[in-house]
T-cell receptor
């Protein structure tokens, strides 16, 4: 799987949008961008994924650049409960492909 | 409740001992994945099973082994335990693209 680069940490004020960047310059054409988060010692939680179009669900939005070399996860109105480690992962959608986690970005939301 | 059940939640054991961690996947999921998370290593992929067969191996030590049974539950066996094996062990299941993680087993080796 292609590697990703994320900043180690970010801060965000409660109620503001949190924009988490991810670089994946060697992504292949059949690889998707996945985002997971892990809230203190809990099991990782799926957030969103996309191939090349922007995606939105009830949790977040995913913006993928046209060249697909980078993406941004947007939490539109961050709350204290969004404090977590956020992982950007690229992988194919072939059934059974393991998720390989990097170090992720620690997002701290404060009031 | 994610639908993935891991037992026990906590386990304390001595060095040199052997333990078994259990994972029941979400109903209908055929794939089970095991991960180890220690303080200084992050989430490390250990091994994957699909419908009873080993599908992929990650950074799993020879002292560790796993299996998936006909009812699709999986067990991770850790033997000759060392202090450095103290970690959170997560199981995840999937049927296709999405992964669902359990709440983990915290293993403490003393």
């Amino acid at each position: 799987d292609a590697k990703t680069t994320q900043p180690p940490s970010m801060d965000c004020a409660e109620g503001r949008a949190a924009n988490l960047p991810c670089n994946h310059s060697t992504i292949s054409g059949n690889e998707y961008v996945y985002w997971y988060r892990q809230i203190h010692s809990q099991g990782p939680q799926y957030i969103i994924h996309g191939l090349k179009n922007n995606e939105t669900n009830e949790m977040a939005s995913l913006i993928i650049t046209e060249d697909r070399k980078s993406s941004t996860l947007i939490l539109p109105h961050a709350t204290l409960r969004d404090t977590a480690v956020y992982y950007c992962i690229v992988r194919t959608n072939q059934a059974g492909t393991a998720l390989i986690f990097g170090k992720g970005t620690t997002l701290s939301v404060s009031s | 409740d994610s639908g993935v059940t891991q037992t026990p939640k906590h386990l304390i054991t001595a060095t040199g001992q052997r333990v078994t961690l259990r994972c029941s996947p979400r109903s209908g999921d055929l794939s089970v994945y095991w991960y180890q998370q220690s303080l200084d290593q992050g989430l490390q992929f250990l091994i994957q099973y699909y419908n009873g067969e080993e599908r992929a191996k990650g950074n799993i030590l020879e002292r560790f082994s796993a299996q998936q049974f006909p009812d699709l539950h999986s067990e991770l066996n850790l033997s000759s335990l060392e202090l450095g094996d103290s970690a959170l062990y997560f199981c995840a299941s999937s049927m296709g693209r999405g992964y669902t993680f359990g709440s983990g087993t915290r293993l403490t080796v003393v």
